[in-house]
């Protein structure tokens, strides 16, 4: 891992720059990440030693602070090159954010210093089992100036690489709290398992919390950030639709690509796969949704900025509202984009060598991180009878 401080990016024009001159460094190594399962350590360490990873720092802390939209485009800029290359940062954001809605000034001074210096936040939020995804089985007891950790956590993405890993648990009173952890903490075992046939580097397994025993002022009151409205759980979706925004780009552009070198089908009366007329209807459909998602994506962080200075029940919801939107056709165009790119290229797309098919796998496991199905309905509720959509991670 790195041993030197990461660059500090100033500004959001300078986040957007190096977001793009690190998706072109890795494209030639993107089919590989997903044979192999595996992100390179020295792809991790670029990544964060950009400054990525700390882009939305307070600038009171000495961070760019970037708006939403900055930081949705550098997400979807990343997995224009690798899906899991841009999902193992998502919590990280999401936990920077925890971290400036539950923290103490002294937390605040701790963390985002980490942050700041490359260090970086995997998650161990997710559980197997349970009647729903809400239900947490990780229990967190206070012993003095302590807290005792047990449990077991699934869907840990980006623990391989990261240096800490936040543990959501349940305490005594039955109130969630976040409690962070160094990866290599006695108590605390980061296993290997993840098997999905999409997004197979992201390291998003299991983590095994045995009497992890951990100072008390490491522990973030996370069951706040739900109590009264916040942003919170719209920045999480974001993040989400984000990725999937960028799946859909990365795989129009290989649609390209595979377009010009395909030949033209034998009924077509063109010679070329770039004049037939059929494959020319699809590529424009596809423009017109890819963009049609960058603009539901930017209207959402317009929304979640907008809420984030002084959030109550209607600018949150609004906020969520406007999220749902953009993860719905995120969803939608990532599954056809990365469906037509195996189509237009005809059957040499699918050879070995390609790996054209991980954008497919990829959107196809991404966009089951929360169940899309349902967001028509609470933008219909929403809409036609002023019903504030419920206030969690997942709408």
Same mark, same amino acid.
């Given at each position: 891992?790195?041993?030197?401080?990461?660059?500090?990016?100033?500004?959001?024009?300078?986040?957007?720059?190096?977001?793009?001159?690190?998706?072109?460094?890795?494209?030639?190594?993107?089919?590989?990440?997903?044979?192999?399962?595996?992100?390179?350590?020295?792809?991790?360490?670029?990544?964060?030693?950009?400054?990525?990873?700390?882009?939305?720092?307070?600038?009171?802390?000495?961070?760019?602070?970037?708006? %939403?939209?900055?930081?949705?485009?550098?997400?979807?800029?990343?997995?224009?090159?690798?899906?899991?290359?841009?999902?193992?940062?998502?919590?990280?954001?999401?936990?920077?954010?925890?971290?400036?809605?539950?923290?103490?000034?002294?937390?605040?001074?701790?963390?985002?210093?980490?942050?700041?210096? #490359?260090?970086?936040?995997?998650? +161990?939020?997710?559980?197997?089992? #349970?009647?729903?995804?809400?239900?947490?089985?990780?229990?967190?007891?206070?012993?003095?100036?302590?807290?005792?950790?047990?449990?077991?956590?699934?869907?840990?993405?980006?623990?391989?690489?990261?240096?800490?890993?936040?543990?959501?648990?349940?305490?005594?009173?039955?109130?969630?709290?976040?409690?962070?952890?160094?990866?290599? +903490?006695?108590?605390?075992?980061?296993?290997?398992?993840?098997?999905?046939? =999409?997004?197979?580097?992201?390291?998003?397994?299991?983590?095994?919390?045995?009497?992890?025993?951990?100072?008390?002022?490491?522990?973030?009151?996370?069951?706040?950030?739900?109590?009264?409205? %916040?942003? +919170?759980?719209?920045?999480?979706?974001?993040?989400?639709?984000?990725?999937?925004?960028?799946?859909?780009? =990365?795989?129009?552009?290989?649609?390209?690509?595979?377009?010009?070198?395909?030949?033209?089908?034998?009924?077509?009366?063109?010679?070329?796969?770039?004049?037939?007329?059929?494959?020319?209807?699809?590529?424009?459909?596809?423009?017109?949704?890819?963009?049609?998602?960058?603009?539901?994506?930017?209207?959402?962080?317009?929304?979640?900025?907008?809420?984030?200075?002084?959030?109550?029940?209607?600018?949150?919801?609004?906020?969520?509202?406007?999220?749902?939107?953009?993860?719905?056709?995120?969803?939608?165009?990532?599954?056809?984009?990365?469906?037509?790119?195996?189509?237009? #290229?005809?059957?040499?797309?699918?050879? =070995?060598?390609? =790996?054209?098919?991980?954008?497919?796998?990829? +959107?196809?496991?991404?966009?089951?991180?929360?169940?899309?199905?349902?967001?028509?309905?609470?933008?219909?509720?929403?809409?036609?009878? #002023?019903?504030?959509?419920?206030?969690?991670?997942?709408?």
């Amino acid at each position: 891992m790195m041993t030197s401080p990461a660059h500090v990016i100033r500004t959001d024009e300078e986040a957007i720059q190096q977001a793009v001159e690190f998706r072109d460094s890795v494209l030639e190594r993107a089919a590989a990440i997903d044979a192999e399962r595996v992100i390179p350590q020295d792809i991790v360490d670029e990544f964060s030693q950009r400054g990525l990873w700390a882009i939305t720092i307070p600038q009171s802390h000495g961070g760019a602070e970037v708006s %939403t939209e900055t930081l949705a485009e550098v997400i979807a800029i990343v997995a224009e090159a690798d899906g899991s290359l841009a999902q193992i940062p998502q919590n990280h954001f999401c936990l920077v954010e925890d971290i400036r809605l539950s923290g103490t000034p002294a937390q605040h001074d701790f963390f985002f210093g980490l942050v700041l210096e #490359g260090k970086r936040f995997a998650n +161990a939020f997710s559980e197997l089992g #349970g009647k729903n995804v809400g239900d947490l089985q990780t229990k967190l007891v206070h012993d003095g100036d302590e807290v005792v950790v047990n449990g077991r956590k699934f869907y840990s993405t980006g623990s391989k690489y990261a240096h800490w890993i936040p543990v959501l648990a349940v305490d005594e009173d039955g109130r969630e709290l976040l409690v962070f952890a160094e990866r290599d +903490a006695s108590g605390l075992t980061v296993v290997d398992d993840w098997s999905s046939f =999409g997004q197979r580097a992201t390291s998003s397994g299991s983590v095994v919390l045995e009497d992890l025993r951990l100072p008390a002022d490491r522990v973030f009151p996370m069951y706040r950030e739900y109590d009264e409205p %916040t942003i +919170a759980g719209p920045l999480a979706q974001i993040t989400t639709a984000a990725i999937d925004l960028g799946i859909a780009r =990365g795989a129009f552009r290989e649609t390209l690509e595979a377009t010009r070198a395909a030949r033209p089908w034998i009924d077509s009366g063109v010679d070329s796969a770039t004049k037939d007329p059929l494959t020319l209807n699809i590529i424009g459909r596809l423009d017109i949704d890819i963009r049609a998602a960058e603009a539901l994506t930017r209207e959402s962080a317009h929304a979640i900025d907008a809420a984030k200075p002084a959030p109550d029940e209607q600018n949150v919801a609004a906020a969520s509202i406007s999220v749902a939107r953009a993860k719905v056709l995120t969803t939608e165009v990532s599954l056809e984009a990365s469906s037509r790119l195996l189509e237009l #290229g005809g059957a040499r797309s699918t050879l =070995g060598a390609k =790996g054209l098919d991980r954008f497919w796998r990829n +959107a196809r496991v991404h966009t089951l991180h929360d169940p899309v199905r349902w967001k028509p309905y609470a933008i219909g509720d929403y809409a036609l009878n #002023g019903t504030l959509p419920a206030r969690h991670s997942w709408i």
